[in-house]
C-alpha cells in the first residue's frame, strides 16, 4: 500500500491503477515509480512494455520485490 496524504488521493490512485489494470495500454513508463505500484497493475493488466523509472535504486528493489509478492517478472 502506497501512503496517501489525504482519502481522496488514495481513492484516485486506487481509481488509475484500477483503469491501466482494465485498458491495458501496450506501453507504460512509470516516472517516479517509488513502489511500482503502477507499473505493476500495467503488468497485470498485460501490458507489453513497463518501464519503472526512479533516481532511487533502494526504491526500485522495493518495486522488484512487490512485483515478486504478486507474482510478476520485473
Known sequence: MDLA???EEQQFR???RA??????PHCVLNTFA???AFGLNAT???AQTVKNV???RK????????YSLNGARA
Open 5 to 7: 496524504f489525504t482519502p
Open 54 to 56: 526512479d533516481l532511487s
Open 19 to 24: 483503469w491501466v489494470r482494465e485498458h491495458g
Open 34 to 36: 517509488y513502489t511500482c
Open 14 to 16: 486506487e481509481d488509475i
Open 44 to 46: 497485470l493488466g498485460k
Open 59 to 66: 526504491v526500485l528493489h522495493w518495486g522488484q520485490e512487490n
